[in-house]
């Protein structure tokens, strides 16, 4: 079966970098578009990037220029590279597969904490 498991998270001040990892099972990766999304308390869940097979990139216009999503295909792995971090990027970060809000696969989440 289809699983995404994410690590990396944890607790940083505000204007550090944080790299998450998603590594993927159960699912043929390098056709695969990938997602990272993240929730905070008491809001929706939002799309943070996205990375197709084909290395075509999206971001949320609140990360651009701070956060960078790449894939390794031999490791079918995703990260989300995470810099000058402000404390409304706390949040739960989510990978799915496919990259839309209404995938029907995603991974349990990381945390991530960022101080001010």
């Known amino acids: 079966q289809v699983q995404l498991v994410e690590s990396g998270g944890g607790l940083v001040q505000a204007g550090g970098s944080m790299r998450l990892s998603c590594a993927a099972s159960?699912?043929?990766?390098?056709?695969?578009?990938m997602g990272w999304y993240r929730q905070a308390p008491g809001k929706r869940r939002e799309l943070v990037a996205t990375?197709?097979?084909?290395?075509?990139?999206n971001y949320a216009d609140s990360v651009k220029g701070r956060f960078t999503i790449s894939r390794d295909n031999a490791k079918k792995t995703v990260y989300l590279q995470m810099n000058s971090l402000k404390p409304e990027d706390t949040a739960v970060y989510y990978c799915?597969?496919?990259?839309?809000?209404?995938?029907?696969?995603w991974g349990q989440g990381t945390q991530v904490t960022v101080s001010s």
């Open positions: 799915n597969v496919g990259g839309g809000y209404n995938s029907a696969y």
């Open positions: 159960g699912i043929i990766f390098s056709r695969n578009t």
């Open positions: 990375i197709s097979s084909g290395c075509t990139i």
